[in-house]
């Protein structure tokens, strides 16, 4: 199969504006191909097909997919480069359509931009049925001629790593327990030589003191691993690191405070924050990112037992504070308390956390962007500018102490790990109490709670598990690292 783009016409005359791999294929079929379009009705609109069969022996079915306007670029309305999004939906769009027809391989156009379309190809195939009898077919995407094959190896590896996340939050808990998910990433790295995984254990978490992270655990069967990866990139293997923490909670039952039964199978994915902030290294290895990178990720379950946390429990981080644990469903904040105080020991450029911690996110942003938190413009800067470019979207929010003084007015311990006015500003109040845990100046929070999935508001996904911002943490890391270089 085929798949070639082609632009909305800028005149009235609706004739159609191909690429330049849609312009040579024209010319391959001597122009059979801007004649069946024409004789299609109207030009096509951005995301929709055609589909023609027997125009050309190598290519028995082309799919024609609309790219929207020629010279779009950085939409500064929608803080992203739109060129760049059309071109991913478009080549999503396209590829599924060849693996509906059942073929096994497509050469996709790369539209002016081979990176965004890999990820678009990459991305819109993507579908998690490792457990089904009934599988969609396999589809191979391949780049159509060979101008810009670097980019579209990039764009393959960006998606890739995205799909990884996808993957470990789509599958059953059952299946990605604590110890499973340690295990998928360490094999996922074994082939780089300057990557070292640690599996912590339980007796390793207790004498690390963490008793935040541990009083989330022990309510399950599952004993808790601390994950802790160091991907030495850069040429001097000293240089300080991004430390990347995220929240791994494997299943959230929420605890003694029970969530209710409806949808409590998505929390299969709470341990999103892991799964991407994993993903983006192991993504930063295999692009070969000249910059040191340590990824800590806390993995527990969160289950109601005779041994769980009750409300009203205080508990001790790793720093030696208090924590009234008012709510047993907020629990990431207390696995990341713990992480990032250990996140702390590495002399970090920056500390950047990522986790699907509140329904309030959810609410202030739905799935347009992930809440970013943060104590440094530096850092905001840095991540905003990689999301534009990703088409992943974030938007900061604020850290006032406004906030701090809603978790630290606590009646029996130094903080409170829900704010005293419960439901309000909840993602804020969170973020606040994560505030209590990080000295660095340098930090930044990602609450990913309302990106954590997928009904139909990215084109180029299915539905189910998102695995972002996995991108633009990779991207984040990119432009870090030619920071350094500078």
């Not at 391959?28 to 027997?54: D, E, M, N, Q, Y």
């Not at 996922?188 to 990557?195: I, W």
């Not at 993995?299 to 504070?321: F, H, I, Q, W, Y």
Request: proline fraction near 5%.
């Amino acid at each position: 199969g085929l798949v070639l783009g082609v632009y909305s016409s800028e005149k009235d005359d609706g004739a159609a504006q191909f690429t330049s791999a849609g312009d040579a294929f024209d010319q391959l079929v001597s122009g059979k191909l801007r004649a069946l379009l024409s004789l299609c009705g109207p030009p096509l609109k951005k995301g929709k097909t055609r589909i023609f069969h027997g125009l050309h022996q190598d290519f028995p079915s082309v799919v024609v997919v609309g790219l929207g306007k020629k010279n779009a670029g950085i939409n500064e309305q929608e803080n992203w480069n739109e060129g760049k999004e059309n071109i991913r939906t478009a080549v999503a769009v396209g590829c599924r359509q060849i693996q509906d027809l059942e073929i096994p391989c497509v050469e996709v156009d790369p539209c002016g931009d081979a990176q965004a379309a890999a990820e678009g190809a990459v991305l819109g195939l993507h579908e998690y049925n490792e457990l089904k009898k009934k599988k969609k077919p396999v589809v191979t995407p391949q780049l159509h001629g060979s101008a810009e094959s670097e980019a579209w190896q990039k764009g393959l590896i960006y998606a890739e790593g995205q799909n990884l996340a996808r993957y470990l939050m789509e599958a059953p808990a059952n299946y990605i327990t604590p110890i499973k998910f340690a295990e998928h990433i360490e094999q996922k790295l074994r082939s780089f030589s300057n990557v070292k995984v640690h599996i912590r254990p339980e007796s390793w978490i207790t004498t690390q003191e963490m008793g935040a992270f541990l009083s989330v655990a022990k309510g399950s069967a599952e004993p808790p691993i601390f994950l802790e990866i160091h991907y030495l990139g850069a040429a001097n293997t000293d240089d300080s690191p991004l430390v990347f923490v995220g929240k791994g909670v494997t299943f959230d039952s929420g605890g003694i405070s029970l969530k209710p039964s409806s949808g409590m199978d998505a929390m299969r994915a709470d341990m999103g924050g892991a799964a991407t902030v994993c993903s983006a290294i192991v993504t930063a290895a295999a692009l070969k990112l000249p910059l040191n990178i340590i990824g800590l990720a806390p993995l527990c379950e969160n289950m109601p037992s005779g041994k769980a946390t009750k409300p009203g429990d205080v508990v001790r981080a790793k720093n030696g504070k208090t924590i009234q644990v008012d709510n047993t469903d907020a629990e990431g904040r207390l696995l990341l308390a713990d992480a990032l105080c250990y996140a702390h020991n590495f002399n970090a450029r920056a500390i950047v956390n990522a986790a699907t911690l509140t329904g309030a996110m959810d609410v202030a942003l739905g799935s347009a962007a992930a809440g970013v938190f943060t104590n440094s413009s530096w850092l905001w800067t840095h991540l905003y500018e990689a999301s534009i470019l990703t088409g992943d979207r974030v938007w900061r929010m604020p850290l006032f102490e406004h906030y701090t003084k809603q978790v630290t007015d606590c009646p029996l311990a130094d903080v409170s790990n829900i704010g005293k006015y419960s439901r309000a500003g909840g993602a804020c109040t969170a973020a606040a109490f994560l505030k209590e845990f990080v000295t660095a100046s340098h930090w930044a929070h990602l609450d990913i709670a309302g990106v954590m999935s997928n009904k139909d508001e990215v084109p180029y996904l299915r539905k189910g598990m998102a695995g972002r911002p996995t991108r633009t943490l990779v991207e984040f890391a990119a432009r870090l690292s030619q920071d350094s270089h500078n």
